[in-house]
């Protein structure tokens, strides 16, 4: 019952501004998003849901930067749920202090945002405000599971 998120080399977040969906785009590297796209669209058939290209690379939640192996993407994206608008969301804020019993190097107390998980994805944390805007619990599909939300920080 709590949320954690990566939170990179500061105990604090940095607050970016919510992503935007382009208006019209395309990607021919997959046939069904070939054709033009308006804004947020389900073409990828992606199981976490709609997506669509950013008019704001480095938003909050801009997939691109947030999911570790996505650097090589031409282009920044973000998951844009069932409408064609991104709902803005609060920025993640880690918790002060945590602890996380089912991995060894976590079961001490950790400050804010640490790297005892030791994810090449960076320093995370457990946040306070689950839902927020980087909330890879929400964010990933199939981290549904975790006990908690969590950030790269």
């Given amino acids: 019952p709590y949320s954690w998120t990566y ?27 070939a054709s033009e796209q308006k804004g947020c669209t389900g073409c990828f058939e992606d199981p976490g849901g709609k997506s669509c290209r950013v008019v704001n690379p480095g938003c909050a939640t801009d997939m691109k930067e947030i999911v570790p192996g996505n650097e090589s993407w031409p282009y920044s994206w973000t998951y844009c749920g069932p409408h064609d608008d991104v709902e803005e969301k609060d920025p993640c804020v880690c918790e002060e202090t945590w602890t996380d019993d089912s991995f060894a190097p976590c079961a001490s107390e950790q400050k804010g945002c640490t790297g005892c998980f030791e994810d090449p994805g960076g320093k995370s944390c457990r946040v306070v405000n689950p839902g927020c805007a980087t909330d890879m619990k929400e964010i990933v599909p199939g981290n549904e599971s975790w006990p908690y939300s969590w950030t790269y920080c």
């Fill in 7 to 33: 939170c990179g080399p500061h105990d604090d977040v940095e607050e970016k501004d919510p992503c935007v969906c382009e208006e019209t785009w395309t990607d021919d590297s997959f046939a069904p998003c």
